[in-house]
Nanobody
Framework: QVQLVESGGGLVQAGGSLRLSCAASGRTFATYAMGWFRQAPGKEREFVAAIKWRSGVIPTTYYADSVKGRFTISRDNAKNTVYLQMNSLKPEDTAVYYC?????????????????WGQGTQVTVSS
């Protein structure tokens, strides 16, 4: 069982930055692939970024085309935390952002492949 708690959301002007954090409970955090998704009002939940990690191997990161070059996902296994650094934010980035944990062997972009979800944190980008 893994419990996830997101933080770091807020209101920011277009062009600004935010860093989201996702703190995980449980000793098996390092065995999970971690992902960030977002959901805007009236829209489906969409993939933002994911990170897979194996001992002794540089983590593999994945990004949606819409955030590539602006967002960076990272993880600190010692702190059981995954981060999403968001730069050059745009009004269309406004959404509730969710952290999720899933199996390393699963697809990174499909929400149903993730087993555990946080409660979400609101990100609002004003123009």
């Amino acid at each position: 069982q893994v419990q996830l708690v997101e933080s770091g959301g807020g209101l920011v002007q277009a062009g600004g930055s935010l860093r989201l954090s996702c703190a995980a409970s449980g000793r098996t955090f390092a065995t999970y692939a971690m992902g960030w998704f977002r959901q805007a009002p009236g829209k489906e939940r969409e993939f933002v970024a994911a990170i897979k990690w194996r001992s002794g191997v540089i983590p593999t990161t994945y990004y949606a085309d819409s955030v590539k070059g602006r967002f960076t996902i990272s993880r600190d296994n010692a702190k059981n935390t995954v981060y999403l650094q968001m730069n050059s934010l745009k009004p269309e980035d406004t959404a509730v952002y969710y952290c999720a944990a899933g199996q390393q062997s699963s697809s990174v972009s499909v929400p149903s492949d993730y087993h555990y979800w946080g409660q979400g944190t609101q990100v609002t980008v004003s123009s």
